[in-house]
Every structure is written in structure tokens, then in C-alpha cells.
């Protein structure tokens, strides 16, 4: 089969020629999920010189319509070959071909304004949140001592958290697994230290609500004031976490922020625990060799084409959380954590926060929470996480949370 492709305007044409059957529905699968990966969410295709399509190949179609038609996106057939299109009708997938001179436009895309920098493009909306008012819970001391002064709490939609935890409504069954953990429009995951690899998550549903417990980390509850869209300019091919979080800064003319983020996701590096802070030790837990029964460290960027879903503060200065910040890069600290998913693309424009993290966990696959990590070491660091395009969530941290 032959696969070429042209561009008009915002619409990307695919333009096929051959058999779409079983031998070559995987070949054309694979350039669909790299078109939308590229972000092109306006595709047609031109079947005119395909022959013959198989249940395989509509398949195919029906897989890229839905996969679209989620983000607002579009699909249609402007041509197709005679067998085509009674495929498709007797198949009762006739809507998928656009009607001559009816073909339906493009969705409406809200526009914001337009900020650039050396790494990316960035279109920013005002959602007019109030800030986020947060405090830190634990004592960092836990890290090297142990112990478990964990608090509870319930996330809930408007709660913003990070750090090391565990869900679950008894302290009891926390401590022992106490990990990675992040929570957000009313979803919580985390890392279990117990060795299992498996992390886990809780979605608000009704009068479900999240609830765990926080050995360390910061939690507190606001809104967002600034959405900033953002896509890595093709020379930079990726924007790092360090860029992402002083332009963030920059929009929102706070010193410190908290940030929340849905990325299309080119790497993470980063790190989590092995057992749960909260077991009591002797020794240095973070000292050659010991750190390696504590810690399991990336040494290159993993979970490569994913989805990302991204809790943290950025600031200028180290302030009150000082004890929980790091230098990012470019005079920039914070402390991130992230839940990676598999790869899902994200609608363009303005999107609400809820619905979006809600389409993330409704897959039920979580492939990991991870603190991230600017490993910057000379030779043999991995570097910093990158991205390709995303949301950014940023709120300004209040005055009762800064100093």
C-alpha cells in the first residue's frame, strides 16, 4: 500500500492507494497514531485508489473517527473508490464519508493570547480561579528517621496534593506503603513502596470521594486562574519541565505558583521510593549502597509517546517550602510529582481540568507515579522530563502560603 500525505490549511489529507486489508491495516494504524501524535486532529482521507478494504481496515477507520471525534477533533472520507464506499454503507459507516459540497467544518476553536519562547509556543486563557492557598504536611525528617505522623484527608475537586502518601481511610493500612502519591479534580493515585510496581487510583464518583493519608508533601485546595496551552516549536522538537514552569511563572507575574499539567509526554525522569518512609531504620537510608534498597532511579526517560498528568509549585525563591524545593533549571525551583498513562491525545484550545483528568483514568490503565527529577549530572545524567505538547494549570499561591 502506498501512504502519502498533503496539508491544506488545518486540514491534513491522507491519501491511500492499494489493498487496506490485514497485511496492511497495521501499517496504516501505525501513520494514523503518528499524525495524531504530530497534533493534527483534522484529517481527511482520500480512499479514490484503494481497491479493496477488509473488516480490518474498517476497523482501522472506525478506530481513528472515535479516537478524533473525542477531542473534537475531525474525520471524514473525501473520496472514495466504488468498492469503498459500498463497503462503508453496508458496513453503516456511510456518515464517515463527506458529502460533496456539504463537508462539515472544522469545530470552533477558542483562541487565546499568544506568548512564545526560545522552547515553545504558548496560548494562554484566563479562567479567573483565585489562587491556591497550600501547606506543608509531615516533616521532612521522616525521609532519613522514619516514623508516621501521616495525616488524613479528603480530596475532593477542588483539592490540589503532593507528595508521599497512600489512599485509604485507616492509618493502619497506609503505612506500610506509603509512596509517590498526586490528587486533582477529585482523582487520587499513588505509588505503593511495597515492591508490587503496581499503582493505584481513586476517581470521585457520586458520593465517592477520595480519601488518604500524607506523611509529607503539600496539600491545601483553590482554583486556577491561567490556562496555558503549549506546543514545542519544531527546531526544539520537546519543551523541558524547567521551561514549562518558569513560563508559567512569567504568565501568571506570581513568585511562586502551583501547577498543574496534561502533557503529551516525550520522557520522565524521575524517581520513587522502594519501602515506605514511615518504617523505622538505622543508618543513613540516602548513603551509598543503602540508597539503592530505598530508591529506584531512571536513568534514561521513560514512558516515552505517553500522557502525563503533572502536580507541583514552581517558584523563584525557596520561601516557606523550602525544605521540599529543587533547582529545575534557569533560577527556577519546585517539586513535581507525575502519573503517566498511556498515550491519549488532548483536545486544542480551552479545556476544563475535571472532565479532562476524569478521560485519563477512565481507561483504568496507570502505568506509574513518579517524583520527577532534573538529573543533571555531566556524563552520565538522564537530564530533565520533556514534553511535546500540553495544558498548564496555574494559580498563583495566596498569601497565607507564602511568606
Not at 492499494?18 to 495524531?36: C, H
Not at 472544522?106 to 501547606?135: C, D, H, V, W
Not at 503496581?198 to 464518583?205: E, I
Not at 475535571?354 to 537530564?383: M, Q, Y
Request: glycine content about 12%; some cysteine; overall charge neutral.
Amino acid at each position: 500500500m502506498e501512504i502519502t500525505q498533503t496539508k491544506i490549511g488545518e486540514t491534513l489529507v491522507i491519501h491511500l492507494a492499494g489493498r487496506l486489508d490485514a497485511s496492511w491495516s497495521g501499517a496504516v494504524q501505525k501513520e494514523f497514531d503518528a499524525t495524531v501524535r504530530r497534533g493534527e486532529h483534522q484529517i481527511d482521507l482520500d480512499m479514490s485508489r484503494v481497491d479493496y478494504i477488509s473488516s480490518a481496515g474498517l476497523g482501522v477507520l472506525l478506530t481513528l473517527y472515535k479516537e478524533l471525534h473525542a477531542i473534537k477533533g475531525r474525520f471524514s472520507i473525501s473520496l472514495a473508490s466504488p468498492f469503498v464506499e459500498s463497503a462503508l454503507k453496508l458496513a453503516g459507516l456511510a456518515s464517515l464519508i463527506a458529502k460533496p459540497r456539504e463537508k462539515t467544518p472544522a469545530p470552533e476553536i477558542e483562541k487565546g493570547r499568544t506568548e512564545t519562547s526560545p522552547q515553545a509556543t504558548y496560548e494562554i486563557f484566563a479562567l479567573g480561579g483565585g489562587g491556591m492557598n497550600l501547606a506543608i504536611t509531615g516533616n521532612p525528617d521522616v525521609l532519613q528517621k522514619g516514623g508516621d505522623a501521616s495525616q488524613k484527608f479528603t480530596f475532593g475537586e477542588k483539592s490540589f496534593a503532593f507528595g508521599l502518601g497512600a489512599l485509604g481511610s485507616e492509618k493502619s493500612g497506609c503505612e506500610k506503603i506509603f509512596g509517590e502519591f498526586l490528587a486533582l479534580a477529585g482523582s487520587a493515585a499513588f505509588q505503593p513502596a511495597d515492591g508490587s510496581n503496581r499503582p493505584d487510583f481513586l476517581v470521585s464518583k457520586g458520593r465517592l470521594v477520595p480519601e488518604g493519608h500524607l506523611v509529607l508533601g503539600l496539600v491545601g485546595e483553590g482554583g486556577f486562574s491561567l490556562l496555558a496551552r503549549f506546543e514545542a516549536k519544531s527546531e526544539s522538537r520537546t519543551v523541558g519541565l524547567a521551561e514549562l514552569a518558569a513560563a508559567a511563572l512569567a504568565f501568571s507575574g506570581a513568585s511562586a505558583i502551583a501547577l498543574a499539567a496534561i502533557t503529551e509526554t516525550a520522557g520522565l525522569v524521575g524517581t520513587n521510593l522502594r519501602q515506605s518512609p514511615a518504617r523505622t531504620t538505622t543508618g543513613g537510608r540516602f548513603d551509598f549502597p543503602e540508597i539503592r534498597d530505598w530508591l529506584s532511579f531512571s536513568n534514561e526517560r521513560l514512558f516515552r509517546d505517553s500522557t502525563s498528568l503533572i502536580t507541583g509549585v514552581a517558584s523563584r525563591d525557596s520561601g516557606k517550602f523550602h525544605s521540599l524545593l529543587r533547582p529545575l533549571g534557569g533560577g527556577v525551583l519546585g517539586h513535581f510529582h507525575a502519573a503517566a498513562f498511556p498515550y491519549h491525545p488532548l483536545q486544542k484550545g480551552l479545556i476544563e481540568l475535571k472532565p479532562t483528568v476524569d478521560t485519563l483514568f477512565a481507561g483504568n490503565t496507570l502505568n506509574a507515579v513518579l517524583h520527577l527529577l532534573n538529573d543533571n549530572r555531566e556524563f552520565s545524567g538522564a537530564g530533565e522530563s520533556e514534553f511535546l505538547r500540553g495544558a498548564l494549570w496555574i494559580s498563583p499561591l495566596l498569601d497565607s502560603a507564602i511568606p
